[in-house]
């Protein structure tokens, strides 16, 4: 017997803008501005464990400071404090010129011009800018000052004439417009595109500082996050390691929780492959143009056999679209919905005798351990009372779990975990849970025993 779930849903369309697909590297967008000044990345503990991992020789470098001996990482860190520079910069900066992140025996030579700046190839560098300290604090002062973004501030443009919206081409040929300022100070910095950008392929040029900076520092999510690029409406689910467009409004309040998008940079966003965008939200209908009508659950279209289970699932026909074949094609497909399906769309039944919550679909019970849980998964979803008796007929399935997307804890734990393909994945640290976006007031205290219905998975980490 077809059980019957009625749902009124009212459709207001309200288009999101799409980004184009960009290529791997945007030559015209290396980073942004703010990725460029931002002088609070890294913490100083931060960027001495991206030295340790990286097993650097500058892990355990000390040199002389303004005050004494100094270690790389509070050279970089200071650096870029004073200037208002990211720390990020600094490391990819000395890795482009002199390999002095991965490189555990370093030449003196490479030290001395760590930065590449005022070290003219096949020339000895001016005793000014000689050693690893000058070499940070010189080119930092450069960029900060009137041959970079102070002639930018100035004048629209660097010493060397690059400026956003100025087409110039590099010294491999390469026509460039840079989108911002600090692409333009790249570019002035390094005016080669070089091997990883279709440039000159006999060194890595600006490219190879896009490459870096997208390996080390580009920040990756776990499946159930929510993107959205800055100064953009458009959101994405990362799914399967892809974004997926959210078409539409409606599908992106129905479906999921606004609060939690996580706003990222257009080069971050271009680190992940299109996916399939979602045009609906669930339990919406829709009618191909051959007739058969199609309901969306779970992100899959199950078509409807006939009129009279189409009834039996208590819709009414003028809640029904037309769809476009392109519409219904970019939708995965489910088993089609039958008369002997029990609540194909999903019910909430709620014991009389003992007050607990089950989830009823296709005839399967699935338990509910805490309202937090509920909350998550059927925001808004009417709930029917009903005896246990009735509840207990259904064969019993797996647990319900939050959703993915969710940041969660218990007291009792202390840690707090993101809820990816049904797994609990912890947070390494703070730091990475702020650097990555998340807001502490999104984190749902739940029970452990809650929790534990998910299985633990790797930590997540900045690096």
Known sequence: MLKRTVLILIIIFFALPLSASAAFYNLNNI???SELTDNNAMSLSRIQGFLNDKGSYLANYLTDGLDGPKSAAEIIYDAANLYELSPKYFLVRIQVEQSLINDSSPTQQQ????????????????????GFFNQIYQSAEAIRGTKYLGGIAQNGSTISGWGPGIT?????????????????VLYTYTPWVGAYGGGDQSFGGTSLFAKLWREWFTRHYPDGTLLQKYGSSGVYLIQNGKKKPIWNRTALLANYDARKIILVTDNELAAYEDGLPIQFPNNVLLQSPQGTVYIVINGEKRGIVSKEVLSDLGFNPEEII????????????????TGSDVYPTGILLQSKQTGGVSYIENGIRHSIWSKEILRSRFKNRAIIQTDQAEIDSYASGDPVKFKDGELVT????????VISNGEKRPFKSGDAFNSLGYRWENIVYTSVQALNIHPTGSAIDLE
């Open 168 to 184: 110039k081409t590099t010294l491999d040929g390469i026509a460039i417009t840079p989108e911002n300022a600090a692409t333009a």
């Open 322 to 337: 037309p769809a476009s074949w392109s519409e219904l094609n970019s939708i995965a497909n489910g088993d089609p919905v």
């Open 111 to 130: 030290l001395d011009r760590a930065a590449g700046y005022g070290c003219p190839d096949n020339s000895s560098c001016d005793p000014d800018y000689r």
């Open 31 to 33: 980073i942004t501005d």
């Open 410 to 417: 218990a007291r009792e734990t202390g840690i707090v975990y």
